[in-house]
């Protein structure tokens, strides 16, 4: 059942220009932890029920692409411990959702190089996709070990490689060939960005598709981010003049 604030904010919502294409900045599950003393591992528990949550909410809106930035580039950096247990999590999340996902007819894809996960993680993420692969309702696209800049990079590589092996000319490169080589090939590029916690800054997501993105800043810390929160984004998004460049 939705409660009344719920209903009262849908009901503010455009169906017709909803965002097709949302991406995450998932961050504060550590601070969300210390403001109640409790291990940083239970801010990414927390934080993991608000993945739950939302992506129920994205299929609700019927948006088309989430992207969610769960593990970065640099989260390896963390203590073993933390990162054990952000993989771990995952693992939970695949085992808990994924028969309701697939059902929902929704397909799992990733951004990142999961070649560099630890194995279990790695084969609970391979199983997600491979079951979920011919589903057309929403893309739930991932950042595992991802980095925007280290996606440009695997992308010119790729380019350099397809240029050396005659598959494609160097005449032929443009904005649209490139995004071809990115990740995210295939998916339009984001319409909002939503970033929690406080912090203004990107933090080497998506740098290539954000160019036209509107961004959606609050203070707010993941674990705390309710379905709510996902709405007034939404309302927020529809009130933006997106001009794209022209006037
Ligand atoms: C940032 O909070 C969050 C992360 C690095 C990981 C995001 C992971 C989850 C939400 C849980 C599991 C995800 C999935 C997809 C199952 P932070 O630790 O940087 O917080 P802080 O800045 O307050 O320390």
């Known amino acids: 059942m939705e409660n009344a604030k ?25 601070r969300w932890a210390k403001k109640r003393f409790l291990p940083r591992s239970a ?29 970065s580039t640099e989260n390896w950096k963390r203590p073993q411990e933390e990162i054990d247990n952000l993989m771990k999590l995952l693992i939970q999340y695949i085992k808990t959702e994924l028969d309701r996902i697939h059902k929902n007819n929704v397909k799992i894809q990733t951004m990142g190089d999961i070649s560099k996960l630890p194995r279990a993680s790695r084969e609970e993420v391979e199983r997600a996709i491979k079951t979920t692969k011919d589903n057309d309702k929403m893309i739930l696209n991932i950042g595992l070990n991802y980095g925007g800049r ?28 490139f995004s071809d080589y990115l990740y995210t090939k295939g998916l339009p590029d984001p319409d909002l960005l939503i970033r929690p916690s406080g912090e203004l800054r990107l933090s080497n997501f998506m740098l290539y ?28 998004y529809q009130k933006r003049n997106r001009r794209f460049g022209g006037i």
């Not at 993945?51 to 593990?71: N, P, Q």
């Not at 280290?150 to 060939?177: A, F, R, S, V, Y």
Request: glycine share 6%; aromatic share 10%.
């Open 6 to 30: 719920n209903i009262e904010l849908i009901n503010q919502i455009d169906k017709n220009n909803i965002p097709e294409h949302v991406a995450i900045i998932m961050d504060g599950n550590g």
């Open 43 to 71: 801010g990414h528990h927390e934080g993991m029920k608000r993945v739950i949550e939302i992506v129920e909410t994205a299929e609700k809106l019927d948006i088309k692409y989430l992207s969610l930035y769960a593990f």
């Open 150 to 177: 280290d996606e440009i990079i695997w992308g010119i590589k790729n380019i350099l490689e397809d240029i050396k092996m005659g598959n494609i000319k160097e005449e032929e490169i443009d904005e649209n060939l």
């Open 209 to 236: 598709q954000i160019a036209y993105t509107e961004f959606w800043f609050s203070d707010i810390l993941w674990p705390d981010f309710k379905e709510e929160d996902f709405y007034r984004a939404i309302i927020d």
